[in-house]
C-alpha cells in the first residue's frame, strides 16, 4: 500500500521525534511516528531545561505548559574538596525572556509533548519496530515489525531516525558512530535529600575521588549523578548507600539522602554519526550524536536538532525551499554537535582530574580566578544556557556585543503565530522567514509573496532587539527559528537585492 510522497516517518518517540513531529504536523505535514518500546518509560536521565530550549519549544506551544510543570533554578554553583570554586547566574542573562533553567524529569517532558502531539492530531504508534530501509529507489522504503510478529512494507516521502544511541534507521543506512575518547560510567539516582542548600541551584561537588552533580527537582525531590567504576551488564541497580557515601563525601555540611525513587548506572561513549543526511533519510538527537552528560547538554542539544530540522523539512515539503536546505541542517547541526561534544568532554575532564595534588590545586585555582574575573559568567553562561548557539562563521569564546552577525540568534521568540516585534518579548513567523526594515519605511522590492514584512524602530522594540540589529537602518532577514540569515544596509541597493533573492 502507498501513501503521499510527503509523509514523514518519524522513527522513536523521545522528546527529540515529538518535539519534530508536533513542528511538521502544525505545518500541515503529515506525521507518522513510530516506537519500538511498548509503552513509555517512566525514568529517565535528561531532567533540565536550559533557557534556549525554552525559547525554542515557544515554536510549538508547550514552554507554558512546561514551566507550569517543572522547577525554576537561577544558576549553578560549584565546590571542590566541599570548598565554594564560583558560581554561574542565568538571572544575569539580559536577552532572553526565561534568565532560568527548568529542572524537569524527560518523562514529564515527554507527557506535555504528547498531550500537544494529540491536540495536533497525531498519535504514537508502539512496539513498531523499524527493522529494515531501503533508500536505493529516491524514497524510503521500509519494513516496519508490529507486536503481533506482522511486517509492515511501505514508501514514505521522508525517513527521520530519532531513535536514540543504538538507532536501528542509522544502522540501517550503514552511517558510521565515532566520536570523542571519553568512556566515564555514571551511576543516577532521584532521591529525597535532606539539605541546607537553597534548592533554586544546581551544583556540581568535586573532590580527589571524583565527581557528584547535584540538581533540584521541587518538594525535596533531588537528581543526583556521580562517576563510577565501569559495572558489568547485569550489575544491581546502584542503592541508597552509595549515594549517601558520595554525598558524606563531597558536600559541605550534613546531608542526608532519603528513599530512592529509581537509580541506575550508564556508561557513556562519546559519539558523532558520520553524516546527519542520507538522502531523504535524516538523523536527529542521540540517533546523531551521544555527548557527556556533563552540563545537561545532551537533550538539549537534540531538541535543537529538532528545532531545526523541523522548519527546514516543513519549507522543503511545502514548496517554500529546495532541499538543499537539508543540507543546511546537516552542516548547522554537525558543527554544533561538534562544539557541544569538545566543551562537554572538558567539563567530564575537569570533574575527574585525578589524585594528583598539584593537578587538583591548579584546577582549583584556575576556576577561582575565572569566577572572581568574571570569567566563568561570561563564557560558562551562555554556554550552558545554549544561547550562544552559532550558526555562522567560527565566534570567539565570549561574546562582545553589538549588531549580531548572520547564523547568530536574535533576542526573539519563534512563533507560534505570525510575526509580531511589538510584543513584550519579539516574535517571528513560525513557518516563513520574517523581513524586518530596520530604522526605515519602505520594503524593498522582490520579496515573495507572503513574506512577513514588519517596519520599525528603536522605540517600538525591546531594547536587546534594538542592540542586536544595530544602530544603522538595515534590511534584516530572521529565520523561523530566530537565527538571523542575513542584513544588508537600506542604502545599498545591490546589497539588498542579493539578500532578497535568498528567499
Not at 549515594?243 to 529509581?262: H, T
Request: glycine share 12%.
Amino acid at each position: 500500500m502507498g501513501v503521499k510522497d510527503d509523509t514523514v516517518l518519524v522513527v522513536g518517540a523521545g522528546p527529540v521525534g515529538l518535539v519534530l513531529a508536533c513542528d511538521l504536523l502544525q505545518q500541515g505535514i503529515p506525521v507518522r511516528l513510530v516506537d519500538a518500546e511498548r509503552q513509555a518509560t517512566p525514568h529517565s536521565r535528561a531532567n533540565v531545561l536550559w533557557p534556549r530550549n525554552l525559547e525554542l519549544l515557544h515554536r510549538i506551544g508547550v514552554t507554558d505548559d512546561l514551566l507550569a510543570r517543572g522547577h525554576r533554578i537561577r544558576g549553578t554553583r560549584y565546590f571542590s574538596q566541599r570548598r565554594p570554586l564560583g558560581e554561574v547566574s542565568l538571572r544575569r542573562l539580559g536577552d532572553t525572556p526565561y534568565p532560568f533553567a527548568l529542572m524537569i524529569s524527560q518523562g514529564t517532558t515527554e507527557a506535555v509533548l504528547r498531550d500537544r502531539l494529540a491536540a495536533l492530531g497525531g498519535r504514537i504508534d508502539r512496539g513498531v519496530r523499524l527493522v529494515d530501509v531501503d533508500p536505493s529507489g529516491g524514497l524510503p522504503r521500509v519494513k516496519l515489525e508490529h507486536p503481533d510478529g506482522t511486517v509492515e512494507e511501505r514508501t514514505f516521502g521522508w525517513l527521520v531516525g530519532a531513535d536514540g544511541a543504538h538507532s536501528a534507521v542509522r544502522k540501517q543506512l550503514g552511517i558510521g558512530y565515532s566520536g570523542e575518547p571519553v568512556d566515564v560510567t555514571f551511576a543516577i539516582a532521584d532521591a529525597d535529600v535532606r539539605t541546607d542548600l537553597p534548592d533554586d541551584l544546581s551544583y556540581y561537588f568535586y573532590s580527589d575521588r571524583g565527581g557528584l552533580a547535584l540538581g533540584p527537582l521541587g518538594g525535596g525531590l533531588f537528581r543526583l549523578a556521580t562517576t563510577v567504576p565501569h559495572q558489568p551488564e547485569d550489575a544491581a541497580a546502584p542503592g541508597r548507600d552509595l549515594f549517601q557515601s558520595v554525598v558524606d563525601e563531597r558536600m559541605p555540611g550534613v546531608n542526608v539522602v532519603g528513599d530512592l525513587a529509581w537509580s541506575a548506572t550508564f556508561r557513556v561513549r562519546c559519539r558523532i554519526a558520520e553524516t546527519f543526511r542520507a538522502g531523504r533519510c535524516l538523523l536527529a538527537g542521540d540517533a546523531a550524536h551521544i555527548v557527556s552528560p556533563a552540563g545537561g547538554q545532551g537533550m538539549n542539544t537534540g531538541i535543537q536538532d529538532a528545532v531545526n530540522l523541523g522548519w527546514r523539512l516543513g519549507a522543503v515539503v511545502r514548496g517554500r525551499s529546495s532541499e538543499d536546505a537539508l543540507d543546511a541542517y546537516e552542516q548547522e547541526r554537525r558543527a554544533a554537535a561538534h562544539r557541544v561534544a569538545a566543551t562537554t568532554a572538558v567539563q567530564t575532564r575537569f570533574a575527574i582530574a585525578g589524585r594528583s595534588r598539584f593537578r587538583l590545586a591548579a584546577r582549583d585555582t584556575v576556576a577561582r580566578l575565572a569566577h572572581r574575573t568574571g570569567v566563568l559568567q561570561r563564557y560558562l553562561a551562555p554556554q550552558l544556557s545554549q544561547l550562544d548557539v552559532s550558526y555562522g562563521d567560527p565566534r570567539p569564546l565570549v561574546r562582545r556585543g553589538g549588531p549580531v552577525r548572520p547564523g547568530e540568534r536574535l533576542p526573539v521568540l519563534p512563533g507560534p503565530g505570525p510575526a509580531a516585534l511589538d510584543a513584550s518579548w519579539p516574535l517571528v513567523a513560525r513557518d516563513d522567514y520574517t523581513v524586518v526594515v530596520w530604522r526605515g519605511d519602505t520594503a524593498p522590492p522582490g520579496l515573495p509573496d507572503g513574506t512577513p514584512v514588519v517596519r520599525t524602530g528603536p522605540g517600538a522594540v525591546t531594547r536587546q532587539l534594538a542592540e542586536a540589529l544595530g544602530p544603522q537602518p538595515v534590511l534584516a532577514v530572521i529565520r523561523p527559528d530566530g537565527h538571523l540569515l542575513g542584513s544588508a544596509p537600506l542604502d545599498d541597493a545591490a546589497a539588498v537585492a542579493r539578500l532578497v533573492a535568498v528567499l
